[in-house]
């Protein structure tokens, strides 16, 4: 079980991460944060399998992939 | 393979200037997930560039010096020589590095200076709204070539081919940022090249093929498939150069 946390209000909406995550359940918000972007999010946690790759692509680096919660 | 990921102490948590889909935020991250792993963090200095790379003192947490423009590998070779012990890098686009700096860069490599360069190409300068540079391609639009670059403008500088010939160049290495693949690799090649620096084996330098979304008029993701697409071919990727101490 994982966790994706996003610095909501660091994001600026490019979609790299919805474009890269294996499992296609990263989507962008429909509201807009501080900046005007619409952050990116998480849509299903429990189909994430922790390959960070979101992590990796993000050139805003404002994602984190940490294992924890209940399995 | 391990698992999660958790952002690198060597960078400091705050919103940057660069714009949405820019893949130097990905080129700084992976320099200081390097600097992470090699321990280094307080033995590092940086030397920024002019462009969109300037704020990389802000961002990084270690110690870093602006330089004029172009003028960072002479700053970088200054300091690695008066503290011989610190891990010492440039950042610099390809404005900064492949055109004012053209002179700098080559004779560092040629002395074989012990200090490494991070050279982001995005094929022109960005900062300055998307003007043509030394690394622009052939029939490629910017603001000062609208219809193209073309025959009276020359041909694109290839900066890895040219520094692999001097004896003094020990790690030269071109990669890309444009899929995870890539960027692993990238992180590959920056490790070496600090390794070389580390080792005293000579000059390293590695090239990261950048997109400018912004600047080329895409979204971030047409912008990456125009780098695998388009700019590969010119810009061949590749470890150009590798010491054997590093292998």
Redesign the interface.
């Known amino acids: 079980m994982?966790e994706v946390h996003f610095?909501e209000?660091?994001c600026?909406?490019?979609?790299?991460c919805v474009?890269?995550c294996p499992r296609k359940i990263i989507e962008m918000a429909e509201h807009t944060n501080d900046?005007g972007?619409n952050p990116a999010m998480v849509t299903d946690v429990s189909r994430c399998?922790?390959?960070?790759?979101c992590?990796?692509?993000?050139?805003?680096?404002i994602?984190?992939?940490?294992?924890g919660g209940a399995a | 393979m391990p698992k999660g990921y958790q952002r690198p102490s060597t960078l400091v948590e705050r919103p940057w200037h660069f714009c949405p889909g820019c893949n130097h935020g990905i080129v700084h991250r992976l320099v200081a997930e390097v600097i992470d792993e090699m321990g280094l963090q307080k033995e590092t200095v940086g030397v920024g560039s002019v462009g969109c790379g300037v704020f990389s003192y802000e961002y990084f947490n270690f110690d870093g010096i602006g330089p004029s423009h172009g003028r960072a590998p002479a700053v970088a070779t200054g300091v690695k020589r008066v503290l011989p012990d610190r891990l010492v890098f440039t950042y610099q686009g390809d404005g900064d590095l492949a055109a004012i700096g053209t002179t700098e860069m080559v004779h560092c490599a040629v002395r074989g200076e012990l200090i490494s360069i991070i050279f982001i190409n995005n094929t022109l300068y960005g900062m300055t709204g998307g003007q043509m540079a030394p690394t622009t391609m052939m029939g490629q639009v910017t603001t000062t070539t609208p219809r193209g670059r073309g025959q009276a403008q020359g041909h694109p500088f290839r900066v890895c081919e040219m520094l692999a010939t001097a004896e003094g160049a020990a790690y030269v290495a071109r990669t890309a940022v444009y899929s995870p693949a890539q960027v692993v690799r990238t992180k590959k090649a920056i490790r070496r090249a600090f390794e070389t620096q580390m080792a005293g084996l000579g000059f390293s330098l590695v090239e990261v093929l950048s997109a400018c979304p912004t600047n080329w008029g895409m979204n971030p993701l047409e912008a990456l498939k125009f780098v695998e697409e388009e700019m590969t071919p010119v810009f061949p990727l590749g470890e150009l150069k590798v010491p054997e101490g590093v292998k």
């Open positions: 994982f610095l209000q660091h600026k909406g490019c979609g790299m474009a890269f900046q972007y399998t922790g390959c960070a790759i992590a990796m692509m993000c050139p805003h680096v994602i984190e992939v940490v294992e």
